[in-house]
């Protein structure tokens, strides 16, 4: 018996095995694919093969499974799968009954997308009335069609927003679903991959009994995240919620691009949220609600209302928080989504004269008790603002800033014609005005401790997207006060300028109050090589090439000071656009001098030019560069010390091109004192024209042409004439000579070459003619001397007459005529005459300007009365120093003369 149960259940077992081979199920593939149709309301098509299998269960696999898109699709299928397997209840078949045991996707491809106008391209036809009930089980042959058991093996979905063009991708994913019957309980889990992201999901409901709440746990896990939902549902027309929703992420970079492809932050910081949400299909509200990352929180409430306009109430605090810490994340650029058409969920689009739609109300408020920021840290922020009737309200925006720098803001946001602006007012007051500046990382270092403590600013504001205004706007701080207005009229296309308008009145400022003590005490050359730092990048233009805007400032400043000095009436007024800086007019009056000035540079071409025009009443370069160390004849160096070896700089003569036109009622630098003084120069490839050097100095008139050419070896030319000039005061000034008086006028002209001042003076090469009158020199007394050579009897006088030339006085001299010759900075042979009330002479010798050191011979002769017997000429000899040389008489050729005149007497008194 037992053997013959095994061979009948081997042969059923063999039929049940052998039987689909002699079956054929191709007539009902048409079936299957209008029953698709039929549900889907889409052209199916079934490409591959159906099979059946009895072993080891019931099951029917279909091949090659494509549904259509919907018209207007973008892509070709809405599913697609390489196989489709449905397994088949065994024992309902037996009554007859086919009972779906489970269905198996194989590689399903699933393209979701919504459309512009807010349907979806999975939107299913509405069912034919009366077909059955919509809780049916059964088809009209009693064949239950309940799917107990799902599963999807390597499936691919993309989302797809037609409005927005956006694109995402769920790939792969493996999902398994059980359920017990269509009213549940259902479980569901499997994994996927979201935006690189693999994600496990797992979800599990009670039974759902009509609008009875049903039981809910679901979690959403990755490798450094995860979402759960602790509550309960209720289904039914409007789905409602209410439990406990928790998110972690260990990195907030990872939850920032599995949120949008087109965030992203590179800060590892973790972050973990909670809140008690509840939903009844009209309001959303997320009570105790707290998002913290490591040591910082913010908590509150959240609330939403979708229907019948959407609102939202926010209640945010957080009682510290680090601005640094915190990652920007960066949305992707994208074209902006199309308003959701009338009729079709939510009109949230704003109107011609509405900045948002009337239909959205918005209120914020946000409280923050001490923010880091920078090294510093702002207290009590808070920010109060709603959004209603298309209308921005920023009641507050409050906080208290370093330096004890109270700020609020307030404004008003609307829409005007299409074009929306934002309308209010600001201000900030402090007592440390250093503190706020060092948290906004502006170095203060080098300014004085005594500077920079109480501060103010008041002023409103209008901002669109057309321009940008600040009216009515006041500042002080430490005892200086500023007032003004801008407006900026922003770029309307690629290619136009940003313009600007800015108008400026400052009272007073005192810039030796910000300056350091260190600069101020600067040496002369430290000073101008600071100077030349500071202008060298300004003729650069680099700068200038690079502006894109077009800014006009116009500024006052009724008093300024610096280096001790006051300047006031202060004025400037200047345009700077793209290669153009046009200064139009610069004023300022010093010591009741008035100086004016207008200046263009101009970098369109490819040598930049510059033109100046500038005239004052009096111009003192020491306001500038500095004033210089006192020094005296005693202790000035002498020899080849005297003159400096530090290269002067002339690269800036090759940074541009220019014109020069400046006029100076009173021109003083160092030493030198210059009235009635116009000069007019212009600059090319390098080479400083001077075509006219004109004016008084030293009690006489010049007039100085010539040139200074840049390069591997600087040159300078000059023609000069010199009239009338006070003899004593220009050899005091320049050489520290103060031996000698008189008024000169020289006609000459020089040229050397080298690149420090010492060079200048080594290379010098000069023709001169000069002309002095009424000189007097210190140091001799010609006269007496001359009285004296005439009285000499004996060698003993003549010795009386040494002892008189080396005992001092001065000589008045009625006339100095004659040439002097420079070459490689050497004087040499000068030839000229003088002529005094007793005696006339040659002066010749050498000064050598480079070492500093003279060896000169005046030879003169006594006049005699007519008829009388000349003297032999009498040699003055000047050697060494130049600042103080000795001094001796030549009396050889008298001492010969006087011997001869003695013994001519002594012979006649023998005979």
Excluded: C
């Excluded at 309200?393 to 004890?404: I, M, N, T, Y």
């Amino acid at each position: 018996m037992k053997k013959l149960f095994v061979g009948i259940l081997v042969l059923v077992l063999a039929a049940l095995w052998l039987a689909p081979r002699f079956i054929s199920l191709d007539s009902y593939k048409q079936m299957a694919i209008e029953r698709l149709e039929a549900a889907t309301g889409k052209r199916a098509e079934i490409l591959g093969d159906i099979s059946l299998s009895l072993l080891p269960a019931p099951s029917v696999t279909v091949g090659d499974v494509r549904i259509a898109n919907a018209k207007g699709g973008a892509a070709q299928f809405l599913a697609t799968a390489a196989s489709v397997k449905v397994n088949l209840a065994p024992l309902p078949l037996l009554s007859g009954t086919f009972e779906l045991a489970g269905i198996t996707l194989i590689h399903p491809e699933i393209h979701l997308e919504t459309f512009a106008d807010g349907t979806h391209n999975w939107d299913l036809p509405k069912p034919a009335a009366n077909a059955g009930g919509a809780g049916a089980e059964a088809s009209s042959s009693g064949a239950m069609m309940i799917a107990r058991h799902i599963t999807i093996q390597d499936g691919s979905l993309t989302l797809y927003d037609h409005a927005t063009r956006k694109t995402q991708t769920v790939k792969p994913f493996d999902l398994s679903t059980d359920m017990e019957s269509l009213s549940g309980p259902f479980t569901l889990a499997g994994t996927l991959t979201w935006q690189g992201q693999p994600l496990k999901i797992e979800a599990h409901t009670g039974q759902i009994s009509g609008d009875a709440p049903t039981l809910l746990n679901a979690a959403l896990t990755g490798n450094d995240l995860s979402l759960l939902y602790e509550g309960e549902v209720v289904p039914g027309d409007v789905l409602k919620a209410k439990g406990r929703l928790q998110l972690h992420a260990a990195n907030i970079g990872t939850l920032l691009k599995a949120a949008s492809p087109g965030m992203s932050a590179d800060v590892a910081l973790p972050i973990d949220a909670t809140a008690d949400i509840a939903y009844d299909g009209v309001k959303l509200a997320l009570d105790n609600f707290r998002l913290a990352s490591g040591d910082q929180s913010l908590s509150g409430t959240v609330k939403t209302q979708l229907s019948p306009s959407l609102r939202f109430d926010l209640a945010l605090e957080a009682p510290e928080l680090t601005l640094d810490a915190l990652p920007l994340a960066v949305p992707a650029v994208e074209e902006p989504a199309a308003p959701t058409p009338s009729g079709v969920g939510l009109e949230i689009s704003p109107t011609e004269d509405t900045l948002f739609p009337t239909t959205l109300s918005v209120n914020v408020g946000l409280k923050i008790g001490t923010l880091h920021y920078r090294s510093g840290k702002a207290e009590q922020v808070t920010i109060q603002a709603e959004a209603a009737g298309g209308t921005l309200v920023l009641h507050e925006a409050s906080a208290v800033l370093p330096g004890d720098g109270k700020l609020s803001l307030f404004g008003v946001a609307t829409r005007r014609s299409g074009i929306p602006r934002l309308e209010g007012s600001v201000e900030l007051a402090g007592k440390d005005l250093r503190a706020l500046l060092e948290w906004l990382e502006i170095n203060t270092a080098s300014v004085p401790q005594e500077s920079l403590h109480a501060f103010a600013l008041k002023g409103g504001f209008m901002a669109s997207p057309t321009e940008i205004r600040f009216s009515d706007t006041n500042a002080t701080f430490d005892n200086t006060a500023v007032s003004g207005a801008a407006v900026l009229t922003l770029p309307k296309a690629d290619g136009e300028l940003l313009l600007a308008d800015i108008t400026l009145r400052v009272n007073s400022i005192n810039l030796d109050q910000y300056l350091s003590q260190e600069v101020a005490s600067k040496e002369e050359r430290e000073l101008l090589k600071e100077t030349a730092e500071q202008v060298y990048p300004v003729l650069s233009v680099d700068w200038l090439r690079k502006v894109t805007m077009d800014v006009k400032v116009a500024a006052s400043i009724d008093n300024v000071t610096h280096a001790g000095e006051s300047y006031s009436g202060n004025f400037i007024r200047m345009e700077m656009k793209p290669k153009i800086l046009n200064i139009e007019r610069v004023h300022t009056t010093f010591r009741g001098v008035d100086m004016d000035g207008k200046a263009t540079l101009n970098a369109e071409n490819t040598r930049p030019h510059l033109a100046v025009l500038f005239k004052a009443g009096k111009f003192d370069t020491a306001q500038f560069l500095g004033k210089e160390t006192a020094t005296t004849a005693a202790g000035r160096p002498g020899g080849s010390a005297r003159w400096s070896r530090t290269p002067i700089d002339f690269s800036s003569l090759r940074l541009l091109d220019g014109t020069f036109e400046l006029g100076f009622n009173d021109f003083v630098h160092r030493r030198y004192s210059l009235q009635n003084t116009v000069v007019n120069a212009d600059l090319k490839d390098g080479v400083l024209n001077i075509t006219k050097l004109q004016g008084k100095s030293f009690g006489g008139a010049f007039d100085i042409k010539g040139s200074i050419a840049s390069g591997a070896l600087p040159a300078l030319a000059l023609t000069y004439a010199l009239d009338s000039i006070d003899l004593g005061n220009f050899l005091t000034t320049t050489a520290d000579i103060t031996n000698v008086r008189g008024y000169a006028s020289v006609r000459g002209q020089a040229k050397t070459s080298g690149v420090s001042e010492y060079d200048f003076v080594s290379n010098l090469t000069s023709n001169n003619n000069i002309v002095v009158r009424h000189a007097e020199a210190d140091g001799f007394d010609l006269n007496t001397i001359a009285s004296a050579v005439s009285n000499i009897n004996s060698v003993e006088d003549v010795i009386n007459v040494g002892r008189l030339a080396a005992s001092g006085g001065k000589t008045a001299f009625n006339a100095v005529d004659g040439s002097i010759f420079i070459k490689s900075g050497v004087l040499e042979g000068p030839q000229a005459t003088f002529d005094t009330e007793r005696a006339k002479g040659v002066l010749s010798g050498t000064v050598d300007l480079p070492k500093w050191v003279m060896n000169l011979l005046f030879n003169f002769s006594i006049k005699r009365a007519e008829g009388a017997s000349p003297f032999p000429p009498v040699g003055l000899a000047l050697k060494g120093d130049a600042d103080a040389p000795k001094k001796s008489l030549d009396t050889k050729a008298l001492e010969e003369y006087i011997a001869k005149r003695a013994a001519q007497q002594l012979l006649k008194k023998v005979f």
